[in-house]
């Protein structure tokens, strides 16, 4: 929320991770989360690297949620791109979905799914569902004729999906309808 001293308490934590030593489980995923956005490229270099190599899953899930928290565009696409490429089927859609509520990755992240919908369907579906559902309802608000369009066209070819399409429409609506008030 931009606390000066969780701030500086997270940067502090980070500076820790990045020599090599460790910090409480409980507090690694805030202080990815807020690494993400004050260290950038260092935070994305140490979270790829350490993500290939840490045995603990529960470290993994963390780092893919900061991940999800980078302000600049470029981090993001990066981000993006290390989810699609590194990231192992069972937990791609983790950094996807939280992405969605990335105020920063807003404006880019719509096009990004519609571009790359095709590597995106070789998900499970219920894993796709829950990436429709995540990103749609923020990632479609600048667009959302376009997104309302797109996605019933969508529900035809997708049958299955039909209810998950239907939840990230009545999702974006309100979303459209909270930012027109």
């Known amino acids: 929320y931009g606390r000066s001293e969780a701030e500086a308490f997270a940067r502090d934590c980070f500076l820790k991770l990045l020599k090599g030593e460790t910090i409480h489980p409980d507090i690694m995923k ?10 950038e490229n260092e935070a994305f270099e140490w979270m790829k690297k350490r993500f290939k190599s840490s045995e603990s899953e529960h470290e993994r899930m963390n780092i893919l949620a900061g991940l999800s928290c980078f302000r600049q565009p ?26 969605g509520a990335n ?3 807003e404006y880019l992240l719509w096009d990004w ?3 790359n919908l095709s590597k995106l369907e070789k998900m499970h579906p219920l894993h796709l569902e829950r990436v429709i559902t995540g990103i749609t ?9 376009d997104v309302r369009s797109f996605l019933k066209d969508y529900m035809a070819k997708r049958p299955r999906s039909t209810d998950a399409i239907i939840l990230a429409l009545e999702k974006l609506e309100i979303n459209v309808r909270m930012r027109n008030n």
């Open 30 to 39: 805030a202080v990815l989360q807020i690494s993400a956005q004050t260290h």
């Open 74 to 99: 470029d981090l993001i696409h990066k981000a993006l791109e290390f989810a699609m490429d590194e990231v192992p089927s069972r937990n791609k859609f983790m950094p996807l979905v939280a992405m």
């Open 103 to 105: 105020p920063h990755a």
């Open 113 to 115: 799914f519609v571009n």
């Open 137 to 145: 309802p923020i990632a479609g608000l600048e667009k959302a004729p």
